[in-house]
């Protein structure tokens, strides 16, 4: 069979029609889907159902799964599904309800960070006007890197930068949405921030150009927010580049916006894309998602 793609009018976020993913996939098929999940970055299947069990099942397939540190998060039968939701049971969160609302790679915190997470969505949050809310935004790093101007891609060709914890935890909290009662964040995000920040490595560093360790292609490796600087650049050089290297990579023919539906899963590719949640939906209005994650692979 050869897979039915219907292109996104981006590098990425392609929609892979007529396959059904509660189903064993036959081989010959499953390495199309991967072979454009390494090629595009985003790659989009609609209208499915499926249990925990099939997720997994389907996730192993591209290789072993990475489990969420922070294991009240993750469902209790099925400790590889990570819930990213902001409903609230007996009091208690069902999963983490900000799961990024900045421009990210996942799990940059670590040397090796995951090859790239699966979302499948249970419960999409709809406005009264029938507008579906909590879109998540994708930007190719490798369609960025290609178009850097030389005088960028000499600065950091061969760099490496220095993420921070702190600095990250500090730009989440200052740029996250306020409770409206307040006009302060809530007690229990604060404390989240604060949970998180203490099960991190307080700085690790990363190469800005990574290759992909699939396709051999070059990818800009970033996350807004969370770099202090780049190593062997002055202060002010640093600071210069970051900045012209965010309005680079946030370019909008780089980016490919997701409006959720139900019965979604996506699947990105963590080193040759970033991604962001808009997180512009609050209760009583209901998110609910399903994360994989498939195991370490981005190169170093
Ligand atoms: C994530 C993530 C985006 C979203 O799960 O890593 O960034 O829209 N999610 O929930
Ligand atoms: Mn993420």
Known sequence: MSIDIRFADAPLGHEIRGVDLSQSIEDATFAEIEAAYDRYGVIVFRDQTLTPDQQIAFSKRFGPLDRYVLERYNLV???DIFVVSNVIENGKPIGLADAGRYWHTDMWVKPIPPRGSMLYALEVPVRDDGEPLGDTYFSSMSAAYDALPDWLRERIEGRKAVYSARKNVEYRIANAPVDPATGELSEEAKEGMRERLANMTPEITHALVKHHPRTGRKCIYYSEGAISHIIGLDEKTSDETLEALRQHVLQPRFIYRHRWRI?????WDNCSCIHKATGDFDLP???????????ASVAV
């Open 77 to 79: 039968t099925h400790p």
């Open 263 to 267: 019965g979604d899963l996506v699947m």
């Open 285 to 295: 209005l209901r998110r609910r998602m399903h994360r994989t994650t498939l195991s």
